[in-house]
C-alpha cells in the first residue's frame, strides 16, 4: 500500500514565477492538509481538503496561494507569483477520517525561490 | 499560539541510554497529542499518540507522559538507537478541529 505521495520532491521557480505542488494520499483517504516547514520550525498547517470541497483554509495566505481536491486526481496546492519567502517545504498529509484521526505524512516538496 | 523555532535544542545520547524529549504546549482546549519523528529530508513520520483522558501510554520503546494541569507533554525513548537520530515534534489537537499544532522541534542525537 503506497503511502502519500508528492510531486515534485524539489522545485525552484523565479520569483513571479506559478509553483503547482502535487499530492496524491494513501489509498482509500479523503482527507487531505497541506503543511508549511520553514527551516527550522514546527509545520504550521495551511489548508484541509476533502473532495471538491476546501473545508478549513484558515491557515493559508489569502492572496496568491490556492488549493484544491478534485473528484479525481491529486490535490494541488498552487501558488502564483511566487516570492522568495514562499521558500520552504511544503507536507501533504492525508487521513482516513475527520477530526482526531492520524495524518500519514508525504515526504515533501521543497519549493526554492530565487 | 503556535511556538516558533530559532535554533533546534538538541539533545546527544549515547547508544543505550534512554532519551527524554519535552514539549509544552499553550492551548488549554488541546484534547489529542500526538509525537512525530522527522529525518533529514523526509515527512514528519507518527510515533505515538495519546488523548487527554490519559497520562501516560506506552509503545514499542516509546512513552509519552500528559500533565495537563502544566501543559507538558514528554516522549521517552528507551535503549537509544543509531537509527532514533532525527528531529521530533510534538502535536496537538482539539476535538471538531482537523489541523495539527506542531510545537518546536528537539533534535536527538545518538552517539554510538
Known amino acids: 500500500n503506497a503511502g502519500v505521495m508528492q510531486n515534485p520532491r524539489h522545485l525552484v521557480r523565479r520569483r513571479g514565477q506559478e509553483a503547482r505542488l502535487r499530492c496524491s494520499p494513501m489509498?482509500?483517504?479523503?482527507?487531505v492538509y497541506w503543511y508549511r516547514q520553514l527551516p527550522e520550525e514546527g509545520l504550521k498547517f495551511m489548508v484541509y481538503?476533502?473532495?471538491?470541497?476546501?473545508?478549513?483554509e484558515s491557515g493559508m495566505p489569502k492572496e496568491r496561494f490556492s488549493a484544491e481536491f478534485p473528484k479525481e486526481g491529486p490535490s494541488i496546492l498552487r501558488i502564483q507569483q511566487v516570492v522568495r519567502g514562499d521558500s520552504a517545504a511544503y507536507f501533504c498529509a492525508s487521513s482516513l477520517d475527520s477530526g482526531q484521526s492520524e495524518q500519514f505524512f508525504g515526504p515533501g516538496t521543497r519549493l526554492t525561490v530565487l | 499560539g503556535e511556538s516558533v523555532g530559532l535554533h533546534l535544542p538538541t539533545l546527544s545520547v549515547q547508544e543505550g541510554d534512554n532519551s527524554i524529549i519535552n514539549c509544552a504546549y499553550s492551548?488549554?482546549?488541546?484534547?489529542?497529542f500526538i509525537w512525530y519523528k522527522q529525518e533529514s529530508g523526509k515527512g514528519p513520520q507518527f510515533i505515538i499518540d495519546?488523548?487527554?483522558?490519559?497520562d501516560k501510554r506506552q509503545g514499542q520503546r516509546v512513552t509519552v507522559l500528559l500533565n495537563k494541569t502544566v501543559k507538558h507533554l514528554s516522549l521517552q525513548i528507551a535503549a537509544t538507537q543509531p537509527g532514533d537520530s532525527a528531529v521530533y515534534f510534538c502535536?496537538?489537537?482539539?476535538?471538531?478541529?482537523?489541523?495539527?499544532?506542531f510545537g518546536k522541534g528537539n533534535q536527538v542525537v545518538v552517539i554510538p
Open positions: 502535536a496537538e489537537t482539539h476535538y471538531g478541529n482537523n489541523r495539527l499544532a
Open positions: 495519546i488523548r487527554s483522558n490519559m
Open positions: 481538503l476533502q473532495k471538491e470541497n476546501i473545508i478549513d
Open positions: 489509498k482509500g483517504h479523503s482527507h
Open positions: 492551548n488549554s482546549a488541546s484534547d489529542y
